[in-house]
């Protein structure tokens, strides 16, 4: 789909679709309603009148121009109240109309930029949200479907008179890159354990870096985790019959660079729960377990279009979580990358011992700072919903700074404290530690073991195990099935530094 800047006179559009937009409540209509109005002789405001349409939040109105103009159809789009308008309603509505496109087979269609008129508000952000909604409002994940409804559209054309051509251009590169990234985290995780191997995630970070001489992928195989002391890594995956990888991206800008991050992603391709086994109705979705990788990966795969002048370390291990002969016991004591001895305990809470070794790893490339996502807790799930996000951080202004980021990119999130008094529940009869810390306040003590392998590095942990995978659909651009949660906020988060 190729998304441009109308430079046509909007009544002049030779496209199969118009969208127009206005604030409920608002006295008369808007000056681009009103122009299309005068040369439709008063169609518009007719049919507004006689179907008393108010402009509501996400109604639409569709109306046929009958060869009046060369632009064959028009919708009226409803934005609800000016004073709650926001990017977020923006994303939302831009979405719902994506659907209908989608549906009347649309080829070419022009757009204004929704709530453009009003005064203070943001229109670059506007316009980056509506490309998002565009592009995320239509998504499918059609690999195994035979029916595979194609989307026709072609070409978006983006009318705006509030905005500087340049700025637009920007903006509409802007919300390309956040569709694009958080869609290939959802192809990611939407794949399912059957052909999302731990090699998958590798081929597709060594596929991501394929030719971009900014980024670079070192692989690490069993032997070689073995060398270095993986055991975290290396007990989870020890009841697959697959092969466990350590992945490291580096991606390197020309120029200054004005810092140096780690992002750290889970990336269990299955988690069945190993020995302690999960229940059926639990492991239904574990394919969503690689989560965290997927948008590690999903942010490296537009990371050469947003050019951040931050070098960005990119961290998983790959292991997939299962029963066998060989498997993990309950009771077992493995060692991790950092020299930390874990007794396991649960075999389900396997997310923190891979990360106890990715952690450690990341700590030895010395970054200004480490981020790590991770479908982590159902705890976490428990305490927010399954649309939020739980942040923990070891600094208050690392945590600030993602909440903010996680705002601008439409993407729920909410601080949850590391509180120091828990850590006596991770204290272990004959380890260093043990992987739970008890049935109360679960993605804390998850939080506060990820703690233990991160030393003095400003870091913050993202548990992503609500929104990472929709089991309903969440909104008109996060339906059911993986949402690519993370990759949006990983991106304003760069852009802010
Ligand atoms: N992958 C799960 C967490 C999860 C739950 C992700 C729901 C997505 C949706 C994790 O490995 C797990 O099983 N955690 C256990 C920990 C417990 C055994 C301490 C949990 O949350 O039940
Ligand atoms: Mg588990
Ligand atoms: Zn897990």
Redesign the pocket.
């Known amino acids: 789909m190729k998304i441009l800047i109308n430079k046509t006179d909007l009544g002049q559009n030779d496209c199969d679709l118009l969208v127009l937009s206005d604030f409920e409540g608002r006295k008369g209509l808007n000056k681009k309603i009103k122009n299309i109005d005068i040369i439709l002789d008063g169609v518009l405001s007719k049919v507004i009148k006689e179907d008393n349409f108010k402009f509501k939040k996400s109604t639409i109105l569709k109306l046929r121009t009958f060869n009046k103009i060369p632009t064959k159809k028009i919708l009226l789009v409803g934005l609800g109240k000016e004073e709650e308008f926001t990017s977020q309603t923006e994303r939302e509505i831009s979405a719902t109309v994506s659907c209908l496109i989608k549906k009347m087979g649309c080829k070419k269609v022009v757009t204004v930029i929704h709530g453009d008129d009003i005064e203070q508000i943001d229109t670059k952000n506007l316009a980056k949200a509506l490309i998002e909604g565009l592009i995320l409002g239509g998504y499918v994940y059609g690999k195994y479907k035979k029916d595979k409804t194609a989307n026709k559209l072609e070409i978006v054309e983006v009318f705006s008179d509030a905005i500087k051509p340049a700025e637009l251009s920007k903006a509409i590169s802007d919300g390309k890159n956040g569709a694009e990234g958080t869609m290939f985290a959802r192809d990611l995780v939407n794949t399912p354990g059957l052909h999302m191997a731990p090699v998958d995630l590798v081929n597709s970070a060594k596929e991501i870096a394929k030719g971009k001489k900014d980024l670079k992928v070192r692989v690490y195989d069993k032997e070689q985790l073995k060398k270095m002391g993986a055991g975290g890594l290396l007990a989870v995956n020890q009841g697959s019959d697959h092969e466990p990888y350590l992945v490291h991206m580096v991606y390197k800008p020309e120029g200054k660079i004005k810092k140096k991050i780690a992002i750290v992603g ?1 990336a ?1 391709t299955f ?1 069945s ?1 190993g020995l ?1 086994l ?1 229940p059926a109705e ?1 492991m239904m ?2 394919k ?2 690689m ?1 965290g990788s997927a948008a590690l990966l999903g942010l490296f795969s537009v990371i050469n279009e947003i050019k951040p002048q931050v070098e960005v370390h990119g961290i998983f291990g790959a292991v997939e ?1 299962m029963p066998s002969g060989k498997a993990i016991r309950p009771g077992d004591v493995i060692k991790a990358l950092n020299g930390k001895t874990i007794e396991i305990l ?1 075999t ?5 011992v891979t990360l106890a070794d990715t952690l450690s790893f990341a700590v030895k490339k010395k970054p200004d700072l480490i981020i790590d996502l991770a ?7 428990v305490a927010l919903g399954e649309e939020m996000t739980g942040v923990m951080s070891n600094n208050p202004e690392l945590a600030n700074k993602i909440l903010i980021a996680a705002a601008s990119a439409g993407e729920k999130m909410w601080e949850l404290p590391l509180e120091k008094n828990y850590k006596k529940l991770l204290k272990s009869d004959i380890a260093d530690l043990k ?3 008890g049935r109360y306040g ?1 993605a804390l ?2 939080g506060l073991f990820l703690e233990e392998f991160v030393g003095k590095t400003p870091w913050a942990h993202l548990d ?3 929104p ?2 929709a089991e309903r659909p969440m909104n008109s651009y996060e339906k059911k099935g993986a949402t690519g949660h993370g990759v949006r906020t990983l991106i304003e988060f760069l852009k802010a530094i």
């Open positions: 889970k269990v988690d729960g302690s999960k639990y979705s574990m969503c377990d989560g979580n649960n389900d809470a396997e997310g923190r479908t982590l807790t159902g705890a976490c799930v992987n739970i810390g679960g003590t998850a992503i195990a609500g990472a995978y």
